[in-house]
């Protein structure tokens, strides 16, 4: 199978619950322990998340991994970011973005489950997605997100995302870009796992 291929552009979304069951979150969260990933944020990630928003024309990115308990931003970018330096950047320098998040907070739980990109040009299209927190406390309106997959473990680690806080197109292109570059990630995370460089 295509890299490529493991991405759908929309599923159905009537079978997804506000908050999915995960039984993967704790194989989930012994791997990112063992990779050394899902606790700390990372200069490259946040320079990832940073270039992330500059190809999606987007004000807010994320590389986050998520395990049985919450999500955590090892990479983040926002409106407000300056150059990358986590040691002096708190939660609260992140344009009202933290570092973590609940498992009930925003869609990229969703992409996880699914294995496939989850795009939501208009949020409030979804009543399942409309009453997300995310979409009250910080105004987020539209979303697209691709999971990072482990595949020597056969399991997604979590996902990269940009959100908007006004309704917006995605598009085809964007889409792919946003597929590209998790494809990207997910290699370099292999990589690491590997004890190769890339």
């Known amino acids: ?21 995960d039984p993967a979150g704790p194989h989930r969260a012994a791997r990112l322990a063992q990779l050394g990933i899902g606790n700390t944020p990372l200069p490259e990630f946040d320079e ?12 807010f990115a994320m590389v986050n991994f998520i395990d049985h308990r919450r999500q955590f931003f090892a990479g983040l970018y926002t409106p407000e970011a300056g150059p990358v330096n986590v040691e002096q950047r708190s939660a609260q320098d992140q344009g009202g973005v933290g ?35 995310v979409v009250d406390e910080i105004g987020i309106r539209s979303y697209i997100g691709a999971p990072l997959a482990d595949t020597l473990e056969g399991i997604n680690l979590g996902t990269i995302c940009v959100v908007d806080t006004e309704a917006r197109p995605w598009g085809r292109q964007r889409l792919e870009i946003i597929k590209s570059m998790a494809q990207e990630m997910s290699d370099w995370i292999q990589a690491r796992a590997e004890g190769r460089t890339m």
């Open 1 to 21: 199978m295509h890299s490529s291929d493991r991405y759908s552009t929309y599923e159905p979304l009537d079978r997804l619950l506000l908050t999915p069951e």
């Open 48 to 59: 990832f998340a940073r270039r992330l928003a500059t190809e999606l024309d987007a004000p």
């Open 99 to 133: 570092r973590e998040m609940g498992l009930d907070h925003g869609f990229c739980p969703h992409t996880v489950k699914r294995t496939a990109a989850l795009v939501l040009d208009d949020v409030c299209d979804y009543p399942r997605f409309a009453g997300n927190p």
